[in-house]
């Protein structure tokens, strides 16, 4: 039986997370979570405020509660993580962030999604116009130069993953006002909901970070 090792930068469990790459993985592989937040308490966390836009990034931690934390902090803590999954005997490990990350202890044939859904988005739209999701409008800046290529312009909208299919509806048509050509979700938490309710508007092919990286890591696992 295979394991699937995830790093949420967030806190376990998650069990959404669990059920969506559990569904994409062969039958019967094992799904183990950590969290880079596991072991603080709320008012821990609080004190792990984002410095920058650049430095945020959005989490959903076990009690339900959406937050900001620094990036950086994130970072700190992420090893720890990653060597417990080692520890757990994981066939394949996945970051759960879109995120993208300086090298770190531990990261040695980690799965990180950004580089999932850049590769992805480069196949699919050599040139065009990029309609982009992102948590939190502070993070629109820095996103959008991530995403940025020659012959590709790139449009930003923000849209908290825990918002309802109607506030991801009405984000999504002034989004489709900018004509996309391609929709990415930059958030793990992004979930199969938000999309329908997102390419229901725009109506052009959209991706879905979770699952886009789940099918890339049932090839890992699979031995079919």
Do not use: H
Not at 63 to 70: L, P, T
Not at 108 to 128: D, K, Q, Y
């Amino acid at each position: 039986m295979n394991t699937l090792g995830i790093v949420t930068i967030g806190q376990a469990p998650r069990d959404d997370i669990v059920a969506l790459f559990a569904a994409q993985a062969p039958p019967g592989t094992k799904v183990v979570l950590r969290g880079a937040l596991d072991g603080l308490s709320d008012e821990e966390v609080d004190a792990l405020p984002p410095l920058s836009g650049a430095d945020t990034l959005y989490t959903r931690l076990r009690g339900g509660r959406d937050v900001k934390i620094s990036k950086q902090a994130v970072i700190a803590r992420s090893p720890a993580a990653l060597a417990k999954l080692r520890a757990d005997g994981c066939d394949a490990i996945v970051y759960a962030c879109t995120g993208e990350f300086p090298p770190m202890e531990g990261d040695a044939g980690v799965l990180f999604p950004s580089r999932v859904l850049s590769g992805i988005a480069e196949g699919l739209l050599p040139r065009g116009r990029l309609g982009l999701l992102v948590p939190f409008a502070e993070q629109g800046e820095k996103l959008a130069t991530k995403w940025a290529r020659n012959g590709v312009d790139v449009t930003v909208e923000a849209l908290v993953p825990s918002a309802s299919p109607e506030e991801a509806t009405a984000v999504a048509r002034r989004l489709a006002a900018t004509r996309p050509d391609l929709v990415a979700l930059d958030c793990m938490s992004y979930a199969p909901p938000i999309k329908a309710a997102v390419k229901a508007e725009v109506k052009v092919p959209t991706l879905l970070a979770i699952t886009a990286t789940g099918r890339v890591l049932r090839e890992l696992l699979d031995d079919g």
